[in-house]
T-cell receptor, first 114, second 115 residues
Framework: KNQVEQSPQSLIILEGKNCTLQCNYTVSPFSNLRWYKQDTGRGPVSLTIMTFSENTKSNGRYTATLDADTKQSSLHITASQLSDSASYICVDGVRNTGFQKLVFGTGTRLLVSP | SAVISQKPSRDICQRGTSLTIQCQVDSQVTMMFWYRQQPGQSLTLIATANQGSEATYESGFVIDKFPISRPNLTFSTLTVSNMSPEDSSIYLC????????????FGQGTRLTVV
């Protein structure tokens, strides 16, 4: 079972609208929670990184929230643009000896329609 | 930030052959990783490329199938050996600069199709 689950699997919204993507994680020991954007044919690009002590972090029109008690995170996209069409991947950083291991969700595929 | 050049960007290969993927970073980095992303799946860590020593493989991945080299702090290769159609996937190189809550940077990936 994937230890990082995302919903919805895919989403279509109109340009200019807002949307929220969800992530539930069960990985431990928890170190941080990351959101990445992956355009088709490209590698993932980091949007936000949050430790367990952070509730929210913004990066432009992207705002991530974290509830470490319920092990849930969300990514809110404001005033969507066509260029936001991509896969958004929730990633759990796991404390490990020597280096941090990343556990990836399967992503939410977002399509912003004109 | 780190700029990663990964090549080839894509390839179509015959089954039974091998393909070597290169990953070049524009700065010295401590940790380099190789991931596989199968269609519709999440990224799965294949191995950690260790400079000057053998790579550390995750469960389900073995050195004979995915030999890795890391001759210095800016370069690594992953070879997919004796390929079968099941190896068709995207392979990604990733780096982090230091231990902790730090950025992970990814190459653009190599889309491999085995026919």
């Amino acid at each position: 079972k994937n230890q990082v689950e995302q919903s919805p699997q895919s989403l279509i919204i109109l340009e200019g609208k807002n949307c929220t993507l969800q992530c539930n994680y069960t990985v431990s020991p928890f170190s941080n929670l990351r959101w990445y954007k992956q355009d088709t044919g490209r590698g993932p690009v980091s949007l936000t990184i949050m430790t367990f002590s952070e509730n929210t972090k913004s990066n432009g029109r992207y705002t991530a929230t974290l509830d470490a008690d319920t092990k849930q995170s969300s990514l809110h996209i404001t005033a969507s643009q066509l260029s936001d069409s991509a896969s958004y991947i929730c990633v759990d950083g796991v404390r490990n000896t020597g280096f941090q291991k990343l556990v990836f969700g399967t992503g939410t595929r977002l399509l912003v329609s004109p | 930030s780190a700029v990663i050049s990964q090549k080839p960007s894509r390839d179509i290969c015959q089954r039974g052959t091998s393909l070597t993927i290169q990953c070049q970073v524009d700065s010295q980095v401590t940790m380099m990783f190789w991931y596989r992303q199968q269609p519709g799946q999440s990224l799965t860590l294949i191995a950690t490329a260790n400079q000057g020593s053998e790579a550390t493989y995750e469960s389900g991945f073995v050195i004979d199938k995915f030999p890795i080299s890391r001759p210095n702090l800016t370069f690594s290769t992953l070879t997919v050996s004796n390929m079968s159609p099941e190896d068709s996937s995207i392979y990604l190189c990733s780096v982090v600069g230091r231990i902790g809550n730090t950025e992970a940077f990814f190459g653009q990936g190599t889309r491999l199709t085995v026919v």
